[in-house]
């Protein structure tokens, strides 16, 4: 248990669905992230939310939509998936230090697209 | 964008035996950062790098922090079976907005035989 919880643990959903990944960290961190973790490629940094920015990757497409309302809690919307969206989708969350950021993941959202 | 060669790829050892692998950038990072993933969870921190030549233990895990910046190894001394997983290495720098933005290798899967 890492103090970073996801929902649901596994989603199939269809092209045409609208779906919600919800992230919630229990560890009074400033920041927060999602990744797309792919079979044979690196950990991919979509969204990072932090007290000092927001920070996108701009080669994210536009049906992945982030929300975080507050600094525990972070979402991310779905709609319109591309079977090639199927991967396990990883949250974290880390305190913001002068040196660096250190990422406590959570089990992360196992998403299916059909 | 900045990449990271991680290697080896996979090992296959004996328990008892000594492990080492490394990541290597073309460019320089301000901080190392090494993580361990076992199935169906999401990456755990073992051990954070945040000064150039450091040298850094957990257990028997050693990490340290190449003198150029643009490397970083991780040795796990005396392996046992729960060792297995997939450990990935994480360069970060400093972002122009102030937030430390990650990049992770492709990892190296460890199989231990007991």
């Known amino acids: 248990e890492t103090g970073v919880t996801q929902t649901p643990r596994h989603l199939v959903m269809g092209m045409t669905n609208k779906k919600s990944l919800k992230c919630e960290q229990h560890?009074?961190?400033?920041?927060m992230y999602w990744y797309k973790q792919s079979a044979k490629k690196p950990l991919e940094l979509m969204f990072v939310y932090s007290l000092e920015e927001r920070v996108e990757n701009n080669s994210v497409p536009s049906r992945f939509s982030p929300e975080c309302p507050n600094s525990s809690h972070l979402f991310l919307h779905l709609h319109t998936l591309q079977p090639e969206d199927s991967a396990l989708y990883l949250c974290a969350s880390s305190p913001e230090k002068l040196t660096a950021y250190e990422q406590y993941f959570g089990p992360g959202t196992r998403l299916t697209v059909t | 964008g900045q990449q990271l060669n991680q290697s080896p790829q996979s090992m296959f050892i004996q328990e008892g035996e000594d492990v080492s692998m490394n990541c290597t950038s073309s460019s320089i990072f301000n901080t190392w950062l090494w993580y361990k993933q076992d199935p169906g969870e999401g990456p755990v921190l073992l051990i954070a790098l945040y000064k150039a030549g450091e040298l850094t233990s957990n257990g028997r895990l050693t990490a340290q922090f190449g003198i150029t910046r643009k490397d970083s190894f991780l040795n796990i001394s005396a392996s046992i079976p729960s060792d297995v997983g997939i450990y990935f290495c994480?360069?970060?720098?400093?972002?122009?907005?102030?937030?430390?933005?990650?990049?992770f290798g492709r990892g190296t899967s460890l199989i231990v035989h007991p």
């Open positions: 560890l009074g961190h400033n920041a």
């Open positions: 994480a360069g970060q720098l400093r972002g122009s907005g102030g937030s430390y933005i990650p990049t």
